[in-house]
């Protein structure tokens, strides 16, 4: 199956099994303007705005209260944002009711009803229209059916959830959504509830969906592998505001603030001070370019597998190593670096020799540099 | 668009929350039914019995309550609750210490044993005394020669109230029990405590919330036990009437008032109860086992 | 001791005592309740089937047992509607007095049977606080089998609600969040997905409260009319025949009833762990 690229996706020819002239064959964009939602006195989104756009399949990335799951489900409907706007297509989401809205929502335990069949799960969201939208019975099956076939469950319309797998409920969940041919698909932490592998398993289904059908689709995840295997664009959140918006080669290779940097993939930080245009480690310049940080305290951050390793390399961080550990097929060591003892890890391969307590100097091949978080005003008050 | 009151935007968080719930009118009408129907069929009942026993006035209230058979009677409901909630409340002990904390086959007969007096009506509860040890009783004979009176006297009722509240107190501590699990016991005897101290200090502490709730439903019942008694009481004024039963036989008679007098302490005693009951799962939800609802 | 402990456990425990409060538990149940028991079964098999069937089959006995099924199960059935309507608004709603509310509906639990009975009476008599409203109607509710429903659905409604209501709680919002994302509205939600899925605990309510409505007694004598064949409870009419002394008609009565409830709460039993496995829990 050739990849789609996902902006130009066409629904007709792509051969999606709901094609039926509705209006929404056409994947549609969302925006964000300045959306503010605040429980109580605890600000929950501090005016985030956020373009998506058509038959994307974008991330909400960010650990638990960052507010990536409040702007899911106030682009659902289930919740009303404090103030701000949210546009469908450029028009007015805020207006219209869940029901109104057409989006296909995912949750992470499945909520399948219990006591209905496979099949009669699928085709909920058919039988509920009013008569003059409601396809006949026999449309609806063959609809179901149809979707069931595409998330590869064939021949399973007749169990109950009880009797399903994890991986199996959740398929039959993203079937359901999609039987009403929803103009934006909204997974909330879709895997969460699943083994590893299952995991892995779903999340390469999921990309194949995607492609299949082009959806526009929005993914809530605290998992920063999940993100970045398959996201098209990563939207890196914290504490209701947005850090970063990338793709996963941007997010990964050019994080813009220590929060990013660290919160996808491994980082090792050591404080380091801007001062003359070079930086410095203690007393030590290290080949660093400073470039736009002003001087002052600094902090460096780079991935322990980016890293070159010598004897005595000019420029380079000199640390002594306190711990040796096996990282899968790798060697993590565990370094003491500079005056203050910063400890920071690096990653070797496995058969490089190495002792406790051996010097060693370390350069980073990739790196970033930002400036220190400033101290609280009021601590230098006290 | 929002009204901010105490820093809570209310007309986004009731819009929010209008997902998962009815409309305001359908909200509204579902409330006016569920008041409408507990007034009714609850409410007016218990108000009705004060204000009928108060109908001839505080004077005739007293009265109807210091007259020597009330009085009696009043005597007999105590002693029967006197003998039959502790009897019960170590029955409970027991009965929760042997299910909860250890595995033995034929539990699940046992727990269903347990429950059984609330699936048999109370007459039936009475009944079965009755064909023990009343006149053409299995006993019936042996216990005239010696001169016992069982059933149609005081000994009788204290067996069928004993029959109709023992799952009270158990039924309140086996689940809990189950639910705490044997750990804390095993750490105790590890750390050298005899069985009876292990039982003492650290299985009745954790459980001593349910236990009171359990008694507090015993003695309500044990109290208020009508059918059961009625039919192994010999219904002899003074002698083996029960408050309950009491009442019934001033109602008989005619004497409304009375009846209801004697019944608005009854009233009373369920108020209490009532209150006790809501005050202990408001505090202590957590303690009392879920599944303790009777 | 040990040995017999070792005997009767299905594996070993550290803790001690479990001799003696089996021992006592057993000791205790066997007195109170296995004895009287077993006079019941010995009673009622020493009339032999065709003596046990001639007493049950009596139009009279027919009469009470109908009287006493019928109305239970009308009266489960009215406290089922208004029973989850009440734990519906006492979990879903916020409104002021709703504890109050809640406490009220354990008041049938609380309050002996003998004090409803008379208060219920009072009320429905025709000139009582409602009966006094209904007469002109001509619709009259004390001593007559309308009556005994009403006090059946007073003992009943709390097995409804509070069966109910703690499944209801726990209901996941997320299914309800589903159902409107595919568009539908919410009669549709509650009737089509929350519904059909408390119905377990629905049941259960239900053959709670018919189980208790059946035995009930004393909440009943007062208001019905106890008019043989019309407004006569089966309870009631083993008392009368206790007093007659007709132990072994009793006995008859006593038993016919316990094996009818036995079997509507065995068939709602085999309906619910039917619906376990398909459902699942």
Partial sequence: ?382 | MSDLIYGLDFVTEDRARSVTTERRPVRIALILIAVAFLTIFLLLPLVSVFSEALRAGLGAYWEAISEPDALAAMRLTLLVAAIAVPANFLFGLAASWAIAKFEFPGKSVLNTLIDLPFSVSPVISGLVYVLLFGLQGYFGAYLQSEGIQIVFAVPGIVLATIFVTFPFVARELVPLMQEQGIGDEEAAISLGASGLKTFLFVTLPNVKWALLYGVILCNARAMGEFGAVSVVSGHIRGKTNTMPLHVEILYNEYNFAAAFAVASLLALLALVTLVVKVALEWRFADQISASGRH | MAGARGLALKRPSALPGFGLALGFTLTYLSLIVLIPLAALILKTASLGFSGFWEIVTAPRTLAALRVSFVISLIAAAINVVFGVIVAWVLIRYRFPGRRVLDAIVDLPFALPTAVAGIALTAIYAPNGWIGSWLAPLGIKVAYTPLGIGVALVFIGLPFVVRTVQPVLEDFEREIEEAAASLCANRRQTVFRVMLPALMPSILTGFALAFARAVGEYGSVIFIAGNIPFVSEIAPLLIVIRLEEFSYAQATAIAAAMLFIAFAVILFVNLVQAWQRRRFGQ
Avoid: C
């Avoid at chain 1, 503010?36 to 985030?48: D, I, K, M, Q």
């Avoid at chain 1, 609806?140 to 007749?158: F, H, P, T, W």
């Avoid at chain 1, 002792?355 to 601590?379: C, F, K, M």
């Fill in chain 1, 1 to 382: 199956m050739d990849a789609l690229v996902a902006n130009e996706v066409n629904y007709a020819t792509v051969g999606s099994p709901l094609t039926g002239g509705t209006r929404w064959d056409k994947p549609m964009q969302v925006s964000f303007e300045n959306v503010v939602r605040t429980f109580g006195a605890t600000p929950a989104l501090h005016g985030v705005s956020l373009d998506i756009r058509p038959g994307e399949l974008v991330a909400l990335l960010g650990p638990s209260g960052s507010g990536k799951t409040t702007l899911l489900r106030i682009l659902a409907g289930l919740d009303i944002p404090n103030s701000g706007r949210v546009l469908f297509d450029n028009e007015d989401a805020l207006k219209l009711t869940v029901k109104e809205r057409n989006v296909g929502l995912v949750f992470q335990n499945y909520a399948l009803f219990r006591h209905m069949t496979v099949l009669d799960n699928i085709g909920f969201g058919l039988r509920v229209r009013p008569r003059s939208r409601r396809p006949s019975r026999k449309e609806i099956r063959r609809r179901a059916l149809e979707l069931l076939d595409l998330v590869q469950l064939s021949g399973l319309e007749k169990r109950y959830p009880s009797q399903l797998s994890g991986g199996q409920r959740q398929r039959v969940a993203f079937a359901r959504a999609l039987a009403i041919e929803p103009r934006v698909l909204l997974l909330d932490e879709p895997f969460g509830a699943l083994d590893a592998k299952v995991r892995r398993d779903l999340r390469r289904w999921l990309r194949e969906i995607h492609d299949k059908t082009g959806h526009t689709t929005v993914f809530v995840t605290h998992d920063q592998e999940e993100a970045i295997e398959l996201a098209d664009r990563v939207v890196v959140m914290s504490q209701g505001k947005i850090e970063q918006i990338g793709t996963p080669d941007e997010i990964y290779d050019e994080p813009n603030s220590p929060f990013v940097f660290s919160f996808i993939g491994e980082s090792s930080v050591l404080p380091v001070k801007v001062e003359q245009g070079k930086v410095w480690l203690d007393e030590h310049p290290l080949d660093v370019a400073s470039g736009k940080i002003p001087n002052g305290p600094a902090q460096l951050f780079f991935r322990p597998d980016e890293v070159e390793v010598g004897s005595d390399l000019p420029g380079a961080i000199v640390g002594v190593v306190s711990a040796l550990r096996r990282h899968g097929g790798a060697r993590r060591v565990e370094l003491e670096v500079g005056d203050r003892r910063d400890h920071i890890e690096i990653e070797l391969p496995a058969d490089y020799r190495l002792n406790v307590s051996g010097r060693i100097s370390v350069r980073p091949r990739r790196y970033r540099l930002y400036p220190a978080p400033t101290p609280n005003l009021s601590e230098l008050i006290e």
